[in-house]
């Protein structure tokens, strides 16, 4: 019996959490599709898509459909291989990032000592696959935007890793698991280093290639970038790469900075109420669907709206089966998992707030962010966490330690800001000649 336990928990549990994954990443990133277009629609005083499916339920399922059977273009010129596999690279890359995230204490494909540095490693080999769909399509929009694209993820890439080497000096370990447990009981390194979680965020939104950072897509120049020569399914390959590649940047910032799948303030008892806020989160939406499902104008999307109201009241029962002693050992893994997915929505919904509120960048200021204001100000904020480390040695409290670092970092920022204003400054205009140059 404990070889067959030791055998399931080797082979068998990786290989269903690897195919849960793959089954399930390409739906997920269709609903993050539908959320973006629902969030913008609101922002904007429009419903968005409403026709697929009651709300507009079905719409990527419609969108998938559509992508599948159109027809597949590829240019005369074109280099077929590259330009066929170019896409499968991007997000192959993607998807293996996904094998060392821990999406709670027993969710994981691989357990690795080095799971930070492997997930960032195999994430950035997506480049490749940009850069070598604009070269193979023949095409110079595409290859300026693939060249783009190069140049924007090496740069913020740079300050992305930065502001991670923060977070693995409070935490001491590489390993995704041993990282989160290093907030338990404590403090989410978001409250140590506030700066490196804003650095992070700044440059993982310049990795994916969002707005206002789009510029490597940027349709008033470049048509569409480096996938302009692309349609139909190989096109939806690099949308689900980037799509993908969001949910990646957003794992890492939660397992990092935000607790990972530790529920908020879980050292606090008098906040231990907390813990029934997954099954009623998800009752509260069954109850929802369940009331709006007679008001649907046609039958086939009451039945939709019933069906996912039957799917929240599974979701809810399965949330609440820690509360039976029989099943309390399900807890970290149930409650574990909602809490790092709503984490990860709510990071993700960040996005897309800052896509709908920002004007898109030119790209000498996208570069000089980059290199003039985030790079210093990470390799500052690495410094500050390192002196952090020492004075906590020290015996110095932590809140005082904190204030010195943090404060000496914020200077430094504003420091920057302010040789950059100065460098832009447009000089006075000539005026007239005064008497004595007369």
Request: aromatic share 14%.
């Amino acid at each position: 019996m404990s070889a067959l336990l030791d055998f399931l928990k080797t082979y068998m549990w990786p290989l269903i959490f690897a195919v849960v994954i793959v089954a399930v990443l390409p739906l997920l990133a269709g609903y993050v599709v539908l959320m973006e277009r629902k969030i913008m629609a609101d922002m904007q005083a429009r419903l968005g898509p409403m026709r697929v499916g009651p709300h507009g339920l079905l719409q990527p399922i419609a969108d998938a459909l559509k992508l599948l059977i159109k027809e597949d273009i590829i240019p005369e010129n074109a280099d077929k291989v590259v330009f066929w596999f170019a896409p499968v690279i991007s997000v192959t890359a993607a998807m293996l990032a996904y094998s060392a995230l821990a999406i709670g204490p027993f969710f994981q494909i691989a357990e690795l000592n080095i799971g930070l540095l492997f997930i960032v490693a195999v994430s950035s080999m997506g480049i490749f696959g940009i850069i070598l769909g604009g070269w193979a399509s023949n095409s110079h929009y595409s290859l300026l935007g693939a060249l783009r694209s190069t140049a924007q993820m090496i740069s913020y890439e740079t300050a992305a890793g930065l502001a991670l080497v923060g977070g693995v000096l409070l935490s001491g370990t590489l390993s995704t698991q041993k990282i989160v447990m290093a907030q338990h009981g404590g403090t989410w390194f978001v409250f140590v280093a506030p700066i490196g979680f804003f650095l992070y965020l700044v440059a993982s939104i310049a990795e994916t290639n969002r707005a206002p950072f789009d510029l490597p897509e940027a349709e008033s120049e470049l048509v569409a970038g480096y996938m302009t020569e692309y349609s139909g399914f190989r096109w939806a390959v690099y949308f689900l790469a980037e799509y993908a590649n969001m949910i990646v940047v957003a794992s890492i910032a939660t397992t990092l900075f935000l607790g990972g799948w530790l529920r908020p303030f879980g050292s606090i008892a008098a906040l231990d109420f907390l813990d029934f806020f997954p099954p009623l989160s998800f009752l509260g939406v069954a109850g929802y669907c369940l009331y709006r499902t007679p008001k649907q104008p046609e039958p086939i999307q009451s039945m939709v709206m019933a069906l996912f109201g039957g799917l929240c009241f599974l979701l809810a029962a399965a949330m609440a089966l820690p509360f039976v002693p029989a099943f309390a050992a399900s807890k970290p893994g149930l409650h574990g998992a909602f809490w790092f997915l709503l984490k990860v929505s709510l990071y993700i919904y960040s996005f897309m707030w800052i896509r709908f509120t920002f004007p898109r960048f030119r790209f000498d200021q996208l570069m000089k962010l980059g290199w003039y204001f985030m790079i210093p100000l990470s390799i500052v904020n690495v410094l500050g966490l390192g002196v952090y480390k020492v004075l906590r040695q020290m015996q110095w409290s932590q809140w005082p330690a904190f204030l010195l670092t943090t404060g000496g970092t914020l200077l430094v920022a504003i420091w920057l800001v302010w040789l950059a204003q100065r460098k832009v400054a447009v000089p006075e205009p000539a005026g007239e000649m005064t008497e004595a140059e007369g």
